[in-house]
């Protein structure tokens, strides 16, 4: 009888360790960065993530002239402009589905995400995902940003953005616990 008793308290606890192996949630960092600031801040979240990342790249890689926002026909100027662009990423991720939490980055162009971000958020299907954008900035704010993401793809359940610029370690952590 002790021997069963045993056997079944080991078949249980592996069985209540297997379940909460499965609830773990498994994270992606997606990012877009055509200076190379937020690929830096998107490298420091894996750290803390733990979390596999993956580099949203146009097919037609951006060169200084094309992110002169100054220039009113520079690419990204043209791009802000025109609501319906979407910029060809190369590449694709062959188990989005298997994400549960996905942080996506960008820089902010023209007070929201560039458009090759809604190239990715229509690539993949997020219904039931947990979509956590951060962004870089020399100077706006990430709420038009997140605003604009949440109303165009309601099927993420998306969470509170965060505008990172240089941020410690300790920052991070914090932000990634809440």
Do not use: H
Not at 48 to 69: F, R
Not at 99 to 112: A, K, L, S
């Amino acid at each position: 009888m002790k021997k069963i008793s045993l056997l079944l308290a080991a078949l249980m606890m592996f069985s209540l360790s297997a379940s909460s192996q499965k609830q773990e949630k498994k994270t992606l960092v997606a990012y877009f960065s055509a200076t190379g600031t937020t690929k830096a801040v998107a490298e420091q979240l894996i750290e803390v993530t733990g979390a596999d990342l993956y580099e949203i790249k146009p097919v037609e890689p951006y060169i200084d002239a094309d992110l002169d926002w100054r220039n009113k026909q520079s690419r990204s100027s043209l791009e802000m402009k025109d609501k319906t662009s979407r910029p060809a990423i190369t590449g694709k991720l062959k188990k989005m589905k298997d994400y549960d939490v996905v942080y996506v980055g960008f820089p902010i162009w023209w007070n929201t995400c560039p458009t090759i971000i809604n190239t990715f958020m229509e690539t993949y299907d997020f219904k039931g995902k947990t979509v956590i954008p951060f962004a870089t900035s020399g100077g706006s704010s990430i709420k038009q940003s997140c605003e604009d993401l949440k109303k165009a793809y309601p099927q993420a359940n998306w969470k509170e953005g965060k505008l990172l610029n240089r941020p410690t370690k300790k920052e991070l952590e914090d932000w990634v616990k809440e």
